[in-house]
Every structure is written in structure tokens, then in C-alpha cells.
């Protein structure tokens, strides 16, 4: 086989390496969660008791309600690429403008949530947090700095879709090269799958 | 027509050096996403901070001269013992060679034109130059420049008032960096291998700078993560680490090493590439064992990164922890080795060619074996305790790190600077700069083993009279090695401007790539993909020879 020539290089495209690397990527993410998993479990498992205690303080039905939002963004981003294969533009768009509101929604349920633990004077550093006993102080500190690291994923992620709105109104995202929505959708689940992960930990075993 | 015509030849008459993209000037540069300018970006980078480091590493020689005061304050040798390890490691052994020649050569060593993600490859870049600014901000800013040592071990790391917050996002943004670079090379080696590539075709630094992609990728987010909560720690006061907050430091350093020994990995397999690369070009004989060679790269990745224990034995840990770790640690040494016998194998009967490269390939096996075996002795529980924390462990990391990753960098340059830059340096200085640097190095090293062995601790200021003499010939060592660092920059930067011209493919008889394209390169490697049929380093003709000759 000899070589097609240069001009045709310029133009290279493999979505196939695409994906690849954006799987490699989100591994990477993964891990960075990792280490905080591990640092949850060993914690949790040197303070059974104050871990306990302090996932009581936690609002499950909050948890819950945003477990819901982001499940349903993740449907809808998944329909955002279903209908740009199908040639759906506009619906494509829609369904990428629904999933960057139940962002919003997460974002804005997080931001109570938090604030009323602030208002109970639960927050890093506070008088009454450090009067707890030290597992509460790490569980808290904990919760804290990941649901506050998966909260700037939820930022990053509505930063990310939008650009794919904007990328599709241009017609730079087509039903025959849509890597680049696929791969905002990867990320946007990956967001999910950790909330999913996060949820029980803090909200539901107690 | 005739505008994609011009444009074509422009690509395949003109060297990437002088390549005219969209940008001119220093923009075709800064902005270029042609692997080979990013390459020779990092390089700058690189040997900047390199000369840097050095810098602070001959202070603090020149501190250790005389017990007591000599040149400086305990608190600015602290600063400068940290400021000398985190430029080091992160700034210049960690990209060491992926950064530099991994970016320049890879694409050409598998047939391809560029990496699979040419952005993705120069916002590395960016970031790399970011962290490097915010490493230079920890310096300056006031506070002061850190003093937790490289390692940031907590609690002092939470403690101390110098400037740890910039240094610590400056290696988290280093580890992105490294991140992306890792994402990049193993999407390339997969998707990118000309046709009639197959895995086992592949050139052999190119297997381990596949291994280190995937040590990158798995391990650095650990440690970013670590240093990001230490941050979080420090600004906010969560309790994460801190044991006044109920945190555990031993957890740290946990999490700390399972990034920093895979780490060490990440510096020596591209340079371990780089020696499988240079042996048979100058022993002209196909390499021994290549499946072997292959293989363990892999095994060393697997294999490294459940080790990492082995740093914190004196630190707590239950025996049957320390047991598990000290046999894992033993078990890396295998793969290592073997390199190292299918290295001397290959030389066995060869015709060796005393060329530079060859020199300091050849001083990287004397010097990494030393390395490498007093790394098996402190992984004996019963050694480490004696050797933890003292010089010991600073002479078998610098053996390792300087001794091989930094000799293989320098063998990487000697070797590919003529294919990279069209110039020869002189080659005859060269050679005497090595020996210079070879027995300044031994000379700086080889006493910490036996003060370290006597017990001078690691990181100290002072000392008793009874170290001194080995200080003294430390010293001595890098009043050598320092000054032949320089002449062997002085010799490739007066090549660049008047070194004589090299238009020839292939300057040292290799069989690899990126000998049959022109020198320099053009700017998309290979005006035809080439299609490839045989294993790299065959060397027909000399093993024919040698044949006949043992069969008289
Ligand atoms: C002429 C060159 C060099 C000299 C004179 C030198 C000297 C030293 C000395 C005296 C120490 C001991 C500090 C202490 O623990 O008290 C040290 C530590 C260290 N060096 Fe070097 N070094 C040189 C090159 C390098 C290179 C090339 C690397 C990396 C590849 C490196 C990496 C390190 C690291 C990681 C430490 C440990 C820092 C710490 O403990 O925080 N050095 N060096
Ligand atoms: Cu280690």
C-alpha cells in the first residue's frame, strides 16, 4: 500500500482513538475519586460510631431528590446523542438544554443542602464541628470535600454541554460526527455513576 | 490547485525546523501542534529547570562542606532541599524522557505523522509550563519558599507557614500534565502503528513508553488527589490528615507512595527504552530477548505499583504488611534484571562502537545495577531500619534516578540530537565530558552509601566531625559533575549554531524509523507511511559474520 497524499492527512479523523482516550480519561477521574473512596472506607472503618452519628445529620430526602435529577440528566444527555443520529437537531438541542437544567436543579438543591448545614454551624473549621468527637469531623470534612469535588464535576460537566449545544447549533456536531457529543455524554455519566456511588455512602448507610 | 501543490512541498522539502504553518516566528512555535516542536519545547523547559535544580543541589553540597554554618541558614537549606527535590522530580525526571524524546520520536518509531491527539499534546505543554510558573511563584512570593521536603509529609505540611500551597498545585497541575501525555501516547501506540506494525515490531522504547503511559495514567491521579486534599486541609481546615483533627499522617504517606514509587517507574522504563534502543546500534547486533525486554516493561509496571509500602516500613505498619511488601519488592528487582542480563547478553561478541551514547548507556547499566541492588538491600526489613532516612537511600535514589534515568537522558540526547537538529557536536569533547561526568557522579554518590550506612541521617544541616571526610569528597564530586553538566550543554548548543551540518538518514547505522526519513525530519515525518516487515534491529549482515566466525 502506498500513501494517499499529504492534503488527505490534514483531515484526520478517528473516533475510534477518540473514544479511547476519552475512556482513558475518565479511568483517570475514577482514581481521583479512588483515593477518596479509600481514604472513606479506612475511616469509616476506624470510626464505626461517629460515622453513624453523623450520616444521621444528613437529609436523605435531598438525596434522594437529587439522586432522581441527575439519573433523568443522564437519560436525557443519552437522548441528546440518540436524536443527532437520527438527524434530530433541533430535538438534540432540546434534550441537551434539559439535561443543563437538571444540573442547575442539582446545583441549586446542593447549595440548600449545604447551606443549612452551615446554618448548624456544620462546616470545616466551625466551633461546633470541632467540639465533635474526631470521626464526625472526618466524616464531615469528608463529605464536604467530595460532594464538593463531584459538584465542580457537575459545573465542568454544564460547562462542557454547552459547549455541544453551541457545537451542534453550528453544525460542527452532525449525525455522521458526533464524537464529541458521545464523548460530553461519557463525562456526564461518569458524574452520575460517582453521585451514585457517593449517595449511599453518606445518605443511606448510617 | 497550484496553492495545495506549493503548500506540499512546502511539507516535504523543508525540515519541521523550518516548516511555515499558520503562525511564523515564535508563535509557530508556541501555538505548533507538530510533536517534534512540542518535543524540543519540553526540552528547553526541561533543561532549564534541569540547570536549576543543579543549581541548588551544588549549594547545598557546598553547605555540607563543613559541619555547621557554611554558606547558609538551616531554614534556607530546608528550602533548598525541597525546592531541589520537587524541581527534580517534577519538573524534570517525571516528563523526562516521554516529554522530550517520547513526544519527538514516538509518532516516527511506530510510522505515524503525529500523536493521536496534537492539541491534547500541547495544552500538556501549557500545563506543564504552568505548574513550572506556580513552582517559581512558591519562591518568590513571601512566606517563603516551601520546607516540607518533596514528599509534603503531613503534619508538618499542614503546619508550616512557607508557601506549600502553590507548590502543592503546581505537582497537581505537573500531574495532569503527565496525565494527558499518558492518554495521549498509549490512544497513539494503539491506533497509530503504521501497517504491518504488530505489537511485537514495535521498537523497544516504544513498549516502554507504552508501560509508562499506563503507569501515568493509573498513578498520578492518586497522587493529585493527595496533594489537592492536603491543600483543602491547609486553606479550608477540613480534617482529612491532620491527627488534631483525627486525621491519620500515615494514611498520607500511604497514598503519597502509591503514586511516588509507581513514580519512579515513570522515570526509569523510558530510559531503560532508550538503553534497549542504543545497544544493538552500537554493539551492531540484534538485541537479546526482545519478548523478554518487551514483557518486563510490563512486569515493572504491574509489579511497581504494589510496592509502595516499602517507603514506610519505620513508619507503623503490621508485620504481615511489612512481610507482603518486602517480598513484593524483591519480586520488581526480577524484571529489572532481566533487562539488565539481556542487555549484557546482547553486547556479548558484539562489535561495540565506544560512540558517546554508547558511553553513557554503558554508565547507566553500571550505575542503575547499583541502584537497583541497594534498592533489594533497604527492601530487607532488617537492612531499612538501619539505612531509613539517611544517606543511604539519598545515594540509591540519586544512583537510580541521576545515575540511570539522568545518564539515559543524556545517552537519548547524544544519541538523536543529530536526527533532530540536522547538527553533530563534537564528539571527541563529548566523549571526555563523559568520563568527567562519570567519575564526578561516582565521586558525588558512592560516600552517601557509606555515611549513609554509618548512620548520617538524610536532610540534616550538621553533622558530626566523623562524616566529614566523606562530605569533603562529595563535595569534590560535584565541583566535577557540575561543571561537565555545563560542558555538555555548551557542546550541543555551540553544534546548533556552528556544529557541522548533517544531512545524512542515518548517522549511527540504526534500524529503526526514524533513520530512513531525512535529517531533520520533515514536517510530517514520512512523505509515504512506510509499510513494515521486519522486527526492529536485525543487523543481517553482522550476525552473518558472526555466524561464519563461530562456525570456523
Ligand atoms: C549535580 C547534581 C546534583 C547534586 C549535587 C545533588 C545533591 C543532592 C543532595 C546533597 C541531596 C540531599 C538532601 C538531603 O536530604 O539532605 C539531594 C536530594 C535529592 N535529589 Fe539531588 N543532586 C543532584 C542531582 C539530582 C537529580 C538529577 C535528581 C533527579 C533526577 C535529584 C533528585 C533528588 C531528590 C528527589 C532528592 C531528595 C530531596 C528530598 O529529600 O526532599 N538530584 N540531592
Ligand atoms: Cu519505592
Known amino acids: 500500500m502506498s500513501i494517499q497524499h499529504t492534503a488527505a492527512a490534514h483531515i484526520h479523523r478517528d473516533d475510534v482513538a477518540s473514544r479511547m482516550g476519552m475512556w482513558l480519561f475518565l479511568f483517570t477521574e475514577l482514581l481521583l475519586f479512588g483515593g477518596m473512596f479509600i481514604l472513606y472506607s479506612v475511616y469509616r472503618f476506624t470510626h464505626p460510631q461517629d460515622f453513624h452519628l453523623a450520616a444521621k445529620e444528613l437529609n436523605t430526602v435531598i438525596g434522594t431528590f437529587n439522586t432522581a435529577i441527575l439519573l433523568t440528566s443522564s437519560l436525557t444527555m443519552a437522548l441528546s446523542i440518540a436524536a443527532i443520529q437520527r438527524r434530530q437537531k433541533t430535538l438534540s438541542i432540546i434534550f441537551q438544554l434539559i439535561t443543563i437544567l437538571l444540573a442547575f436543579g442539582f446545583m441549586v438543591n446542593k447549595y440548600f443542602e449545604w447551606g443549612a448545614k452551615f446554618h448548624h454551624g456544620i462546616y470545616p473549621g466551625s466551633d461546633t464541628l470541632l467540639s465533635k468527637p474526631s470521626g464526625e469531623i472526618l466524616f464531615f470534612g469528608l463529605y464536604y470535600v467530595m460532594t464538593g469535588l463531584h459538584g465542580l464535576h457537575v459545573i465542568i460537566g454544564v460547562v462542557i454541554i454547552a459547549f455541544m449545544t453551541v457545537f451542534t447549533l453550528r453544525d460542527v456536531i452532525t449525525h455522521d460526527n458526533y464524537v464529541k457529543l458521545e464523548a460530553a455524554g461519557l463525562y456526564w455519566h461518569l458524574v452520575d455513576i460517582i453521585w451514585i456511588f457517593l449517595f449511599p455512602l453518606f445518605y443511606l448507610i448510617t | ?552
Do not use: C
Open chain 2, 1 to 552: 490547485m497550484s496553492n495545495e501543490n506549493t503548500l506540499s512541498n512546502n511539507e516535504n522539502d523543508v525540515s519541521y525546523l523550518e516548516y511555515k504553518g499558520k503562525h511564523s516566528g515564535i508563535l509557530g512555535w508556541l501555538l505548533s501542534t507538530d510533536h517534534k516542536r512540542i518535543g524540543l519545547l519540553y526540552l528547553i523547559s526541561l533543561s532549564v529547570f534541569l540547570i536549576v535544580g543543579v543549581t541548588f543541589g551544588f549549594l547545598m553540597r557546598l553547605e555540607l562542606l563543613t559541619p555547621g554554618r557554611t554558606i547558609m541558614d538551616p531554614q534556607t537549606y530546608n528550602s533548598i532541599f525541597t525546592l531541589h527535590g520537587v524541581i527534580m522530580i517534577f519538573l524534570f525526571v517525571v516528563p523526562g524522557l516521554p516529554a522530550v524524546f517520547g513526544n519527538f520520536f514516538l509518532p516516527i518509531l511506530i510510522g505515524a505523522r503525529d500523536v493521536a491527539f496534537p492539541r491534547l499534546n500541547l495544552l500538556s505543554w501549557y500545563l506543564y509550563a504552568v505548574g513550572g510558573l506556580l513552582a517559581i511563584l512558591s519562591i518568590l512570593l513571601p512566606g517563603g519558599p516551601a520546607d516540607t521536603g518533596w514528599t509534603f509529609y503531613i503534619p508538618y505540611s499542614v503546619r508550616t507557614n512557607t508557601n506549600v500551597i502553590p507548590a502543592l498545585f503546581a505537582a497537581f497541575i505537573l500531574g495532569f500534565s503527565s496525565i494527558l501525555t499518558g492518554v495521549n501516547f498509549v490512544t497513539t501506540v494503539h491506533r497509530m502503528r503504521a501497517p504491518g506494525m504488530d505489537w511485537f515490531k514495535m521498537p523497544l522504547s516504544v513498549w516502554s513508553l507504552y508501560a509508562t503511559a499506563w503507569v501515568q495514567i493509573l498513578a498520578t491521579p492518586i497522587i493529585g488527589i493527595t496533594l489537592l486534599l492536603v491543600a483543602v486541609e491547609r486553606i479550608f481546615g477540613v480534617g482529612l490528615f491532620d491527627p488534631a483533627l483525627g486525621g491519620d499522617p500515615v494514611l498520607y504517606q500511604h497514598l503519597f507512595w502509591i503514586y511516588s514509587h509507581p513514580a519512579v517507574y515513570i522515570m526509569i522504563l523510558p530510559a531503560m527504552g532508550v538503553v534497549s534502543e542504543i545497544i544493538p546500534v552500537f554493539a551492531h547486533r540484534t538485541i537479546f530477548g526482545y519478548r523478554f525486554i518487551a514483557m518486563s516493561s510490563i512486569a515493572i509496571a504491574l509489579f511497581g505499583s504494589l510496592v509502595w509500602a516499602h517507603h514506610m516500613f519505620t513508619a507503623g505498619m503490621s508485620d504481615t504488611g511489612q512481610l507482603i511488601f518486602s517480598l513484593l519488592t524483591m519480586i520488581v528487582a526480577i524484571p529489572s534484571a532481566i533487562k539488565v542480563f539481556n542487555w549484557v547478553a546482547t553486547l556479548y561478541k558484539g562489535s561495540i562502537d565506544l560512540q558517546p551514547p554508547m558511553l553513557y548507556v554503558l554508565a547507566f547499566i553500571f550505575q542503575f545495577s547499583i541502584g537497583g541492588l541497594t534498592g533489594v538491600m533497604q527492601g530487607v526489613l532488617s537492612v531499612d531500619i538501619q539505612v531509613h532516612d539517611t544517606s543511604f537511600i539519598v545515594a540509591h535514589f540519586h544512583y537510580v534516578m541521576f545515575g540511570g534515568t539522568g545518564f539515559g537522558f543524556f545517552a537519548a540526547l547524544h544519541y538523536w540530537f543529530p536526527k533532530m537538529f540536522g547538527k553533530m557536536y563534537n564528539i571527541k569533547l563529548a566523549k571526555r565530558v563523559f568520563w568527567a561526568m562519570f567519575v564526578g557522579f561516582n565521586t558525588l554518590y558512592f560516600p552517601m552509601f557509606i555515611m549513609g550506612w554509618l548512620g548520617m541521617p538524610r536532610r540534616y544541616y550538621d553533622y558530626l566531625p566523623e562524616y566529614q571526610i566523606y562530605h569533603v569528597i562529595s563535595t569534590i564530586g560535584s565541583w566535577i559533575l557540575v561543571p561537565a553538566l555545563f560542558l555538555m550543554f555548551g557542546n550541543f548548543i555551540y553544534a546548533l549554531f556552528k556544529g557541522a551540518k548533517v544531512t545524512e538518514k542515518n548517522v549511527w547505522g540504526g534500524e529503526t524509523l526514524e533513520w530512513q526519513i531525512a535529517t531533520p525530519p520533515v514536517h510530517e515525518n514520512f512523505i509515504d507511511i512506510p509499510i513494515v516487515t521486519e522486527s526492529p534491529y536485525q543487523y543481517k549482515d553482522n550476525e552473518l559474520v558472526l555466524q561464519t566466525q563461530e562456525a570456523k
